[in-house]
């Protein structure tokens, strides 16, 4: 090592250390972690509330809720005009918002193809 490489080395450990002088210690580092977990887990009790429900709110158009049913997009407007379903919901420009994941459950039953398991199935346990 030449004498300037040792003095480099002297003069950026200084550098690194002067943060320690301007009054930073490891006490105040341990308040400021200790300040952090806080924050963290009181975004962690937000977020994840134990009360709380997550909600799916993906929205099918006409066509998929027809293959999802098992039925033409006809037959499905005809039984809306008939009143045997709920007509779709408008937005503010009058355009069809599509059929939530309930309403097709709900032609699925006014068809009666809602499936169902039979008594000896197990139960699929699906994590999302």
Known sequence: MTEDTVMDEVKLADESTQWYTAGVGLDQIRVLEEQSYRVIERLRETAFAPDGQKELR???????????VGRTTVTIREAEKAGRLPEQEKDARGRRKGYTLEQVNLMRREFGTLSRRADGDEPVVLAV
């Open 58 to 68: 993906i929205r099918f158009s006409i066509t998929q809720a027809a293959a999802m």
